[in-house]
């Protein structure tokens, strides 16, 4: 079964609106991190919110905020303000329990904004 | 500083050569690790290193052989590659291994080219 799902391959925003990439997981741990990662098509993967199991509110930097649903198994990532420079490969990432350091990537959403 | 830097940015080797990826951090992390990423596919983990000893190897071939000579340097010496390793070589390091969700600073990558 898949760890983390992202189930939209690609998204089209205009400038300056606000857009929703979709993330949901699968874990019986308790205790998990999750992740929000761009990759622009330079390749560098670029670390942008970061979610704890435990944490009751949702995490926000800066245009970024995380919709972290935990009974729903959901971690969507939102994007105001969409700018040109957001266009890129967006990855969701777990961590599961603390015992381990592999971190699992979903298969991505291509955002593409355009003017 | 969140700064990881790998070199080469580009590297085209034949199938009997022996090569080496290198990735530097200077921010104090505890972690590194090597992932392989090949296109429209997300990262896929190969190794990571913990206080310079490694802790995991995700049954990566032979051809491949990690070195973590010190806290702040990672290598990855290649040889006998096949035209299937082809991809682009990502490096990360985090502030620690375990006991704790720590985010992966990635570095922009080697693109890999066997021929």
């Known amino acids: 079964a898949q760890k983390i799902t992202q189930t939209q391959p690609g998204m089209f925003v205009q400038e300056k609106e606000a857009v929703t990439l979709d993330c949901t997981y699968d874990?019986?741990?308790?205790?998990?991190?999750l992740f929000w990662y761009k990759q622009p098509s330079s390749g560098e993967m670029i670390f942008l919110i970061y979610?704890?199991?435990?944490?009751?509110q949702n995490a926000t930097e800066g245009r970024y905020s995380l919709n972290f649903q935990k009974a729903r198994k959901s971690a969507n990532l939102v994007i105001s303000a969409s700018q040109l420079g957001d266009s890129a490969m967006y990855f969701c990432?777990?961590?599961?329990?603390?015992?381990?350091?592999?971190?699992?990537f979903g298969t991505g959403t291509r955002l593409q904004v355009f003017p | 500083d969140t700064e990881v830097t790998q070199t080469p940015k580009h590297l085209v080797m034949g199938m009997t050569n022996k090569k080496s990826l290198k990735c530097e951090q200077h921010?104090?992390?505890?972690?590194m690790y090597w992932y392989k990423q090949k296109a429209k596919k997300p990262p896929e983990l190969m190794f990571v290193y913990s206080y310079e000893k490694l802790s995991i190897n995700e049954s990566v071939p032979s051809r491949f052989s990690p070195e973590c000579p010190n806290s702040s340097l990672l290598n990855l010496h290649l040889h006998a590659l096949q035209p299937e390793d082809s991809a682009l070589y990502l490096c990360?390091?985090?502030?620690?291994?375990?006991?704790?969700?720590?985010?992966?600073?990635f570095g922009p990558g080697t693109r890999l080219t066997v021929t």
């Open positions: 990360a390091s985090s502030q620690e291994a375990v006991a704790g969700f720590y985010e992966q600073y």
């Open positions: 874990t019986s741990d308790q205790s998990y991190g």
């Open positions: 990432a777990m961590r599961e329990g603390v015992d381990t350091d592999k971190l699992i």
């Open positions: 979610q704890g199991s435990y944490d009751e």
């Open positions: 921010m104090g992390h505890r972690a």
